[in-house]
């Protein structure tokens, strides 16, 4: 099965503290996969370093085949990321925010209005190109942004815990839009913890103090009994509610 992401014996300290210890993973191709795990358990650091803000000689990260560490640019042009802070500029429309994005991709004309046009239908958020980012709801900007990391057809979408702050509602249409964007080409790696979120056909990686307690089928992972409980045996948390 090709793999979309490989996570291979990855450590990261923030000076004494220790916070990503030999983490390894693989994620298949067209999956959707949740990174779960309480409040410090390690999935921004994880995520600061597949995205690069953060870079680590402990370990190897390949996307979509291409070495990060080498190959940096080709690995990150086939990656999208929504990062938890809102990165969306507030006093241009939502076409402009998605068009100045694609130009940093290369993205001009024709082509890059294609790409914009089925970004934003993907999300269901076409209708909305026209108004200023402010004048949306916290839900739409959300999606607006999830829109915006797909209009150079990644192959692996990285979300970072992406309904904070949100409603039960557009949390609930989000968590939804997000699922049904995964398949074909595209992989999700989509980082939180509420259990709520994730589905009992998704793959889930459960981490804990910086280390991957288990990867398998959601499902699997809860066994006989609600994810959540599974989830606070193995990690103690209290919050996961
Ligand atoms: N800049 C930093 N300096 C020192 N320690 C840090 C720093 N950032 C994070 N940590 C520590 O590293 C560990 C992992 O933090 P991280 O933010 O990656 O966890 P998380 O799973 O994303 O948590 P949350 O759900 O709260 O965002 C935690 O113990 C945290 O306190």
């Known amino acids: 099965m090709a793999q979309a992401l490989k996570v291979e014996n990855v450590s990261f ?3 004494e503290k220790r916070a990503l210890k030999g983490v390894n993973f693989a994620l298949e191709k067209g999956r959707f996969c949740a990174l779960l ?22 370990g190897r990260i ?27 500029d507030l006093d241009m429309t939502v076409a402009r925010n998605m068009s100045y994005f694609a130009a940093l991709h290369g993205l001009a004309g024709r ?14 958020m076409r209708a ?7 004048a949306l709801n916290g839900g739409h900007r959300r999606r607006m942004e999830i829109a915006r990391a797909l209009v150079h057809q990644p192959e692996v979408l990285l979300l970072d815990e992406p309904t904070v702050g949100l409603d039960t509602a557009s ?15 595209l992989t999700v790696f989509w980082a939180t913890h509420l259990v709520d ?20 089928k959601a499902a699997t992972v809860a066994g ?18």
């Open 13 to 15: 300290n923030y000076g």
């Open 224 to 241: 006989d009994r609600p994810l959540i409980d599974a989830f606070i045996d193995m990690t103690g948390s209290e919050t996961a509610a």
């Open 128 to 134: 909305r190109a026209g108004e200023k980012a402010r």
């Open 111 to 124: 082509e890059a209005q294609r790409r914009i046009d089925e970004a934003l239908d993907r999300l269901d």
């Open 37 to 58: 795990g309480p409040n410090g358990a390690g999935k921004s650091t994880l995520f600061s370093l597949l995205t690069r803000l953060f870079v680590t000689r402990e």
């Open 171 to 185: 949390r609930r249409a989000i968590t939804d839009h997000v699922h049904d964007l995964a398949g074909g080409g």
């Open 62 to 88: 390949e996307v979509a085949g291409f070495d990060l560490a080498k190959n940096p640019r080709k690995a990150l042009s086939r990656m999208g990321v929504v990062f938890q802070q809102p990165t969306l």
């Open 197 to 216: 979120e994730i589905w009992p056909q998704d793959d889930c990686i459960v981490l804990h103090r910086g280390e991957v307690l288990i990867h398998d």
